[in-house]
Each structure stands twice: as C-alpha cells, then as structure tokens.
C-alpha cells in the first residue's frame, strides 16, 4: 500500500510565526486531503488537493504530485491552531480508502 | 444540519462483548468509511462503503463486521472484543462529485478490559 510521511513529527511555535507542514507519499494518488485534528479530537477538513495550490485564509497548500509532496502553509498562528495536522492520500478507483501519515502535532504558544 | 452522528461517545465493554457502534449521516453522502485511531499510528480504514448494500473491507477489518442497509447509516459491529480493540473509533462520509472533501463524525472512545 501507499506509504505517508509527514513531517516534522512535533512543532511548537509561537503565536505569530509561520510554519510549512510536509507530506511525503509513495505513490501517485488522485486524492490527498489535509485535516486539523483539534485538541478535543475532532477532524476537520481543511483542503481536498491532488495537485495545485488552494488558499483559506491563514491556511494554504500546495501539491506537486509529479515529485510526490504536498506542503501545508500556516501563516500568523493562532493558539486555535494547536492540534495534529494529518496528511491523507487516495489512488484512482480507491476513493473511498483513504491513507493517512502519523501527523504533525503543533503547539502554538502565546 | 447534524453531519455525521456517532453513538456513542464512550463506551466500555469487557472481553468478548459484542456492541455496535452507529454512524449516520443526513447528507445523503454515497460513501462511508469507519476508521480506528490509535496513539502514533495516526487514522487506519477498518471497512467502507461505496453506497447501500455494497461495503468492503479496508486495512484492518479482522474482528468488525458492517453492513449498509440505507445510505443514512453505517454501523460498526465489534463480534467478540478484545483488548486490542481499544481505540478511537471514527466514521466518515463524503458524497459523489469534485468536492472530496470527507466529514468526520466526533468519534467513540472504546475501552475493552
């Protein structure tokens, strides 16, 4: 199966600083989705991007499939941003099995 | 609007219960996906489904059974639960279209001692 790697495994930050979160993966794929799990568990998607780069206001991505990495940008972090950041990948014809790397897990401190 | 709705939020069993777990969902979202979550090995498929009637099995099915009778639901039953079971159970679902995005529901918290 597909192999995910993120990086890096721990962040602390703080408040105001900018990070990039990596995603490595093993094969191609024609879904990959970033997702914030927040300190009370919860998953929410933050961007559906097999390829491209995708803007949410302080959040951005980008996913260069061809080399196999996407980039997850967090600008001006805010304590809200606290939580794991879990990349996860889907091949063609798969796209209900979703594969997800260990997580970055970021603290942003004031 | 509730998303996707999981019961319950925990749960304790001792070895060899069985329960099941629910998932729905009022999107009307085609596929659904149960997912177990253990500490550093991020989220693992255990089975999903592509629509009613049709499920399939996913990294690490081995002691849960599903079944998909309305595209509403998605239970997940444990048949005989063993202390490797232990885990945070999450179920998601997404509909059909450009959009992939997946909802997660809140998850389930299961203990089996």
């Known amino acids: 199966g597909i192999q995910v790697e993120q990086s890096p495994p721990d962040l602390i930050l703080q408040e105001g600083a900018n990070s990039t979160l990596r995603c490595n993966f093993s094969d191609s794929v024609n879904n990959l989705q970033w997702f914030h799990q927040n300190p009370w568990g919860q998953l929410i998607n933050l961007f559906y991007?097999?390829?491209g780069t995708k803007q949410n206001g302080r959040l951005s991505a980008t996913t260069v499939a061809t080399e196999r990495y996407s980039l997850l940008y967090i600008s001006s972090s805010q304590t809200t941003d606290s939580g794991v950041y879990f990349c996860?990948?889907?091949?063609?014809?798969?796209?209900?099995?979703?594969?997800f790397g260990t997580g970055t897990r970021l603290q942003v401190t004031l | 609007n509730a998303g996707v709705t999981q019961t319950p939020k925990f749960q304790v069993l001792k070895t060899g219960q069985s329960m099941t777990l629910q998932c729905a969902q009022d999107m009307n979202h085609e596929y659904m996906s149960w997912y177990r979550q253990d500490p550093g090995m991020g989220l693992r498929l255990i089975h999903y489904s592509v629509g009613a009637g049709i499920t399939d099995q996913g990294e690490v099915p081995n002691g849960y059974n599903v079944s998909r009778s309305t595209t509403e639901d998605f239970p997940l039953r444990l048949l005989s639960a063993a202390p490797s079971q232990t885990s945070v159970y999450f179920c998601?679902?997404?509909?059909?279209?450009?959009?992939?995005?997946?909802?997660f529901g809140s998850g389930t918290r299961l203990t089996v001692v």
């Open positions: 996860a990948v889907g091949k063609s014809g798969t796209a209900s099995k979703l594969t």
């Open positions: 991007i097999p390829s």
């Open positions: 998601a679902s997404r509909g059909v279209g450009a959009d992939y995005g997946y909802t």
